[in-house]
């Protein structure tokens, strides 16, 4: 009998927490190792945990595979990497791509995707950014160096007074020299590009996909990380939004060894023009959810390939993914009210909604254990991430319809949801970036 396969991974706030759990039902031995305060208790009785992922290194050895879901660890997996160990996250230099928005459209210049400098990501203290907008009247988006997308603001004022207001609200709560940065507002499609990389070359389709971020339909509210997600793979690499765009990093992503998943997320002007917002160089979350819909192929046996730099031939679900985000207060924002906090509230699924459902059913802020004789799931954590709900189709619609059908049979006591994920594209984006040939 063969050797179960080693997986150690490691994770800051879980931002691909249910790819761990997939791995392990996959046949993997699974060691979860979750550094967020907040998250420590996500995943109870539903995969083994450690305390020190270090000390687990002997565990896992030089066969088997260590998963970094975060930035933050880069310098540690070029290290790990340089001894000998199988890593995939990403690498020093993915992190500054893009926890250093600045740094990461420089890259992309150099690279020699085109845009104007009107348009720069340019850093700021919350001070600075003050004096700045009060002088440089517009609108512009304002965003911190974190994960707190509740933070973010996009300006609605020509004059920025708007913007203004908000500044001196963040002034008082996290002080002047809070570190953030500004762009100018762009308008027209947002859509990323994204693909896996093996530290030599391109692996699997490509990836496009379609952020929500707002926490009401409509785009209105605020933001709140992804909300949903519309997605598809395509094996055409002659798509004109990849080309000129994500393609163009390939040079650079070899000379730093970089092994993971890497997107571009972008604004698509018109026919000729498109923007870079930033990069992601990690896991995303909802994204990888989104791909566990997608894929036909195990996990496992890619993300090993990735990781080796081997040649793996990825099978997936043709059509389109929808991703739903199933949350609770006090999500989007980040609080220690307890009285805001559903912390121990259950989950409530329809008899035999798991076992038919659960390779579209995917957990997040989660945990479970035995209470006579059942599976009693419940919230874990303050943050309000809960489960995210998938569906594919042939077209968006049946994707929407198969997901909504699922969020019908779970009860979650206080949750709420977005339902237009996918109308957007269905609506106006589809036929803008197809008349304009990016996708």
Known sequence: MSKKRRILFVSRELIAGDLAYRLKNEGCEVKLYIEGKDEKECFDGMIEKTGDWKGELGWVGKDGLIIFDDVGYGEIQDKLRSDGYLVIGGSGDGDRLELDRKYGQEVLKACGVEFSDEFETKPFTINSALDFVKKNKGRWVFKQDNHDEAVTYISEREDGSDLISILESYKIRFGGSY???????????????????????????????????????????????????????????????????????????????????VDVNCIVLNKNNVYPLEITSRFGSSTNETQSEIHNSPWNE???????????????????????????????????????????????????????QLPHIHFEEVSCKK?????????????????????????????????????NKIIIPKMFYRTDIGLRFVRKDQELLNKWEWI
């Open 179 to 261: 570190k953030c940065s500004l762009q100018k507002r762009v308008f027209g499609v947002e859509i990323a590009i994204g693909r896996f990389f093996d530290g030599h070359d391109w692996a699997g389709p490509l990836v496009f996909n379609i952020e929500y971020k707002n926490v009401h339909n409509d785009d209105i509210g605020p933001l709140g990380g992804e909300t949903g997600t519309l997605m598809w793979y395509d094996s055409d690499e002659k798509k004109k939004l990849f080309q000129k765009t994500l393609a163009k990093l390939k040079p650079h992503l070899q000379k730093s060894n970089y092994k993971g998943y």
């Open 302 to 356: 890619f993300l090993f390939s990735v990781a080796k730099g081997e040649n793996y031939r990825l099978k997936y679900k043709k059509g389109y993914a929808i991703n739903v985000a199933l949350t609770v207060s006090p999500f989007p924002y980040r609080t220690s009210d307890e009285r805001l906090s559903q912390k121990g509230v259950d989950i409530f699924f329809d008899k035999g909604l798991l076992e038919k």
């Open 371 to 407: 209470e006579n004789g059942m599976d009693r799931y419940y919230i874990a954590c303050n943050t309000g991430y809960v489960l995210y709900i998938t569906g594919t189709g042939n077209a968006v619609e049946k994707a929407r319809e198969k997901v909504y059908k699922i969020i």
